[in-house]
């Protein structure tokens, strides 16, 4: 395993530790912040995933996609991992309505 993606999966693991952490006792943070931080995680594997393929098909980004596509469509957990990289943009690009969608502690 590379040393990125060993560092992009332990910073999922830690990610999801401090989210069941704080899901179980608020008073630790927010778990809206350490959903936040496993959807970027989330984000980063995938992100890394594609650009070995697209080393593997010579910069063929279109080709790269496709194959990735087939193999998260293919399995039982894709439409979870589409739909978590999916909320990863709102909880980006609009925080505050992707926050509003987690209720708030307490």
């Given at each position: 395993?590379s040393?990125?993606?060993?560092?992009?999966?332990?910073?999922?693991?830690?990610?999801?530790?401090?989210?069941?952490?704080?899901?179980?006792?608020?008073a630790?943070?927010d778990?809206?912040?350490?959903?936040?931080?496993?959807?970027?995680?989330?984000?980063?594997?995938?992100?890394?995933?594609?650009?070995?393929?697209?080393?593997?098909?010579?910069?063929?980004?279109?080709?790269?996609?496709?194959?990735?596509?087939?193999?998260?469509?293919?399995?039982?957990?894709g439409?979870t991992?589409?739909a978590?990289?999916w909320?990863?943009?709102?909880?980006?690009?609009?925080?505050?309505?992707?926050?509003?969608?987690?209720?708030?502690?307490?």
């Amino acid at each position: 395993m590379s040393d990125e993606r060993a560092l992009g999966e332990q910073g999922l693991h830690e990610a999801l530790d401090r989210l069941q952490a704080r899901m179980e006792d608020p008073a630790l943070g927010d778990p809206r912040i350490a959903v936040a931080e496993v959807l970027e995680w989330s984000y980063a594997l995938q992100e890394y995933h594609v650009d070995q393929l697209r080393l593997a098909y010579r910069g063929d980004e279109k080709r790269a996609w496709a194959y990735f596509d087939a193999r998260r469509n293919g399995n039982d957990d894709g439409e979870t991992h589409a739909a978590l990289v999916w909320f990863r943009g709102q909880s980006t690009h609009a925080l505050v309505s992707g926050a509003g969608l987690i209720p708030a502690p307490g």
